[in-house]
């Protein structure tokens, strides 16, 4: 007889309490490791022969679906908050955060409209003032939490193409045009070919000018100049950090009267610092603005967030009909409703975990953790500098690092980021670099988030090399 034919999905047992009992365990044993261990993948086909079969009929019990993952599955998934996890854009979620995760979870609140959500709304909205205060935008702008840039770039651009066409009837049928450089995020192409609309490249690796931007408009032809409706800076690349010329960009955009968005889902999290925020000057002259707080806000996965100068504008893009949402726009209902400023109807809080570690540790904690980040690149910049061999391929750019070792090739890159990776060691991987003669060099890059990496893992890191 099956195990399961006299109980029911949502039924409270003894199993399940031992089984909460067992998870919370884990949890606690998760959140308070000083050394999480770095994790490996392996192959879809290795993995189904150790795991078997584990959606049956009547099920495997919570017992050894459990044990499943905890020494199959999570060894085979990369910790992102490990200290020597320095590849791409890690993050490191602050243990309050991962907490207030759970009680997300928990609390099954819809997130979309303000009549289901109320509190965990209002508790997103405490952080998004602070964050909107922190780009210093205009009174009125706001902003909503997103599952991360991706869809806060998607929300700010769809906005950007609706008011544009708003402008003119004609352009309801023409091509939309994005100018952006070719440092801006993979991301901005993606969406481009959401929204159907074309993206011209800045070619240059570097900070994008603002004396470039108007020239490759003043080369536009007038039938193509007719399809601009938006130009994307970028506040913080991903491979190195650097930041555009905001300001002068921000002068192009106005003069030519097209929507200026600021993609800063990284390089963001930068202003809490009054040491890096002037780097920034010109993002409080943005359209809109896309932050990701699961980056450099110690936020979990997943949290995004984009902010908008007129949220009006947002909401005649988003806002969907529909007659059993006829209620959410009843005055009785009446409150902010998030799904109508960006891309997604339902949606969870995700907001409340930086929330709540915002609200347990003061804002103070957040520069400080911010500024470590940047500490570490600028001390590694030196070690490396230092080092016969090893050369740095720029000066540090807020948290990223790109160097060099004199005479690897690109395998080489390869073979010792696939080494300390199933060493257990480090997660160091390599990236391209545009060079002035055009061509593209491999060298190797650090992203620092985690304050908890230390000078001596750095140094162990260069060694290994």
Excluded at 103 to 115: D, E, L, P, Q, R
Excluded at 140 to 167: D, H
Excluded at 320 to 325: A, V
Excluded at 433 to 441: I, N, Q
Aim: one cysteine or more.
């Amino acid at each position: 007889m099956s195990h399961n034919k006299s109980r029911r999905l949502h039924d409270l047992d003894i199993n399940l309490i031992e089984m909460t009992l067992d998870i919370t365990k884990y949890v606690i044993s998760r959140i308070t490791e000083t050394d999480p261990k770095l994790g490996y993948f392996q192959s879809e086909e290795e993995l189904k022969k150790l795991t078997g079969e584990t959606i049956t009929a009547d099920g495997i019990t919570g017992e050894k679906a459990f044990e499943i993952w905890k020494n199959i599955l999570a060894p085979a998934s990369a910790a992102i908050d490990h200290p020597r996890h320095l590849a791409f854009v890690p993050a490191a979620p602050s243990r309050a955060a991962i907490m207030f995760d759970l009680v997300a979870s928990a609390s099954s609140i819809h997130g979309a409209y303000w009549m289901e959500g109320a509190g965990g709304i209002f508790a997103e909205n405490q952080a998004m003032e602070w964050l909107v205060s922190l780009t210093g935008m205009p009174k009125g702008a706001f902003g909503v939490f997103t599952s991360g840039g991706t869809a806060a770039n998607l929300s700010a651009i769809v906005t950007a193409r609706e008011y544009w066409r708003s402008k003119d009837p004609a352009n309801e049928s023409k091509k939309g045009l994005i100018i952006t450089s070719i440092g801006a995020h993979s991301s901005i192409k993606a969406m481009a070919k959401v929204t159907d609309a074309e993206v011209m490249l800045i070619d240059s690796e570097e900070k994008m000018l603002g004396s470039e931007l108007e020239e490759t408009i003043n080369q536009l032809d007038e039938q193509t100049r007719s399809r601009l409706f938006a130009v994307v800076a970028t506040g913080g690349t991903t491979n190195a950090g650097i930041i555009d010329e905001l300001d002068e960009i921000a002068k192009v955009c106005e003069k030519e009267e097209v929507w200026y968005h600021i993609d800063a889902a990284y390089g963001g999290g930068a202003l809490v610092t009054p040491k890096t925020r002037s780097l920034f000057k010109g993002i409080e002259r943005a359209d809109s603005v896309t932050i990701d707080p699961h980056k450099w806000l110690f936020s979990p996965y997943d949290c995004g967030a984009v902010i908008y100068k007129e949220p009006e504008l947002a909401k005649k893009a988003h806002a969907q009909e529909g007659s059993y949402l006829e209620i959410f726009k009843d005055t009785g209902a009446n409150g902010f409703n998030p799904s109508e400023y960006q891309i997604q109807l339902t949606r969870r809080v995700r907001g409340i975990p930086l929330w709540f570690s915002l609200a347990m540790h003061g804002t103070k904690m957040y520069e400080k953790a911010v500024e470590r980040g940047i500490e570490l690149a600028h001390i590694a910049g030196e070690m490396i500098t230092n080092h016969p061999d090893l050369e740095l391929v720029r000066e540090p750019s807020l948290s990223c690092v790109l160097f060099r070792k004199k005479g690897w090739a690109p395998d080489d890159y390869r073979h010792w980021t696939y080494e300390n990776h199933k060493a257990g060691f480090a997660l160091v991987t390599p990236t391209k670099w545009k060079k002035r003669d055009g061509s593209y060099e491999t060298c190797a890059r650090f992203c620092f988030i985690n304050p908890d990496t230390t000078n001596q893992d750095i140094q162990d890191i260069l060694d290994s090399m």
